[in-house]
C-alpha cells in the first residue's frame, strides 16, 4: 500500500519569503502526484499535477512541484509567497490504475503581511 | 459547469443515530468518492463508487456504507453515530477515476454529541 508523508505539519512566512513544502511517499511502481490546496473556508481544490513527461510541474497561482523519482519526492515550491497564499496544502498520491489516491496529513501554511 | 455539491452543509446528531449526507457530482462525471477529514489524520478514504458500482472501499467500519445512483449523484450513510466520527465529509467527483483528477465538494460538517 502507497503512503503519503509531509514532513512539516505547521509553516508560518512572512509575505515575499520563499516556500518550499515537502511531500514523499512509498510505493515502487509508477504514479501520480498531486498538490491540492484548501483556503479558508473554501472547497478542496487542485493546485498542480503530474502523470508524466517534464518533472518540474506548472501549476496556477505561481506554484510549481518537481518531481524526483529517485528520492520519492514531490516537493511544492513557490518563490514569493504572499498572505493569500495562507492555507491547508496537500499532497496526494495514486499508483496507475489505481483510481483512489492518498492523500498525506496536510501542511498548514500561515503567511504574515 | 456547475461543481461539486454536498448536502446538508452541516449536521448535528446524537450517538447511536445515523445520518445520510449526499453528494452531486459534476455533470458526466461517474465516479464519485467520499473522504472523511479530520485535524489529526487528515483525508481518508471511505468508499469510491463508479456506475453505481462501489469500486474501492478504505479501512473503515461497516456502519459507514454508501450508494450511488444512476445520474451518479451518492449518499453515504453512517449508522450508531460515535463521537469520533466527527469530522468534515468530503465528496469528490472525476470523470472515470482512471487518472483521478478530483474535484471536490465543500464538505458536510458533521458534529456527533
Known amino acids: 500500500a502507497q503512503s503519503v508523508s509531509q514532513h512539516n505539519h505547521h509553516v508560518i512566512l512572512s509575505e515575499a519569503a520563499s516556500l518550499e513544502l515537502g511531500c514523499n511517499y512509498s510505493?515502487?511502481?509508477?504514479?501520480?502526484l498531486f498538490w491540492y490546496v484548501q483556503y479558508p473556508g473554501q472547497h478542496l481544490q487542485l493546485l498542480l499535477k503530474y502523470f508524466s513527461g517534464d518533472p518540474l510541474v506548472k501549476g496556477i497561482k505561481g506554484f510549481e512541484a518537481e518531481f524526483i523519482k529517485s528520492k520519492f519526492s514531490f516537493n511544492l515550491r513557490k518563490p514569493s509567497v504572499q498572505w493569500s497564499d495562507t492555507a491547508e496544502y496537500f499532497c496526494a498520491v495514486n499508483a496507475k490504475g489505481s483510481y483512489i489516491p492518498t492523500f498525506g496529513r496536510g501542511t498548514s501554511l500561515i503567511v504574515h503581511p | 459547469k456547475a461543481g461539486v455539491t454536498q448536502t446538508p452543509r452541516y449536521l448535528i446528531k446524537t450517538r447511536g443515530q445515523q445520518v445520510t449526507l449526499s453528494c452531486s457530482p459534476i455533470s458526466g462525471h461517474r465516479s464519485v468518492s467520499w473522504y472523511q477529514q479530520t485535524p489529526g489524520q487528515g483525508l481518508q478514504f471511505l468508499f469510491e463508487?463508479?456506475?453505481?458500482?462501489?469500486?474501492n472501499k478504505g479501512n473503515f467500519p461497516g456502519r459507514f456504507s454508501g450508494r450511488q445512483f444512476s445520474n451518479s449523484r451518492s449518499e453515504m450513510n453512517v449508522s450508531t453515530l460515535e463521537l469520533g466520527d466527527s469530522a468534515l465529509y468530503l465528496c469528490a467527483s472525476s470523470w472515470t477515476g482512471d487518472y483521478n483528477e478530483q474535484f471536490f465538494g465543500p464538505g458536510t460538517r458533521l458534529t456527533v454529541l
Open positions: 463508487y463508479f456506475s453505481e458500482t462501489q469500486r
Open positions: 510505493y515502487g511502481g509508477t504514479v501520480n
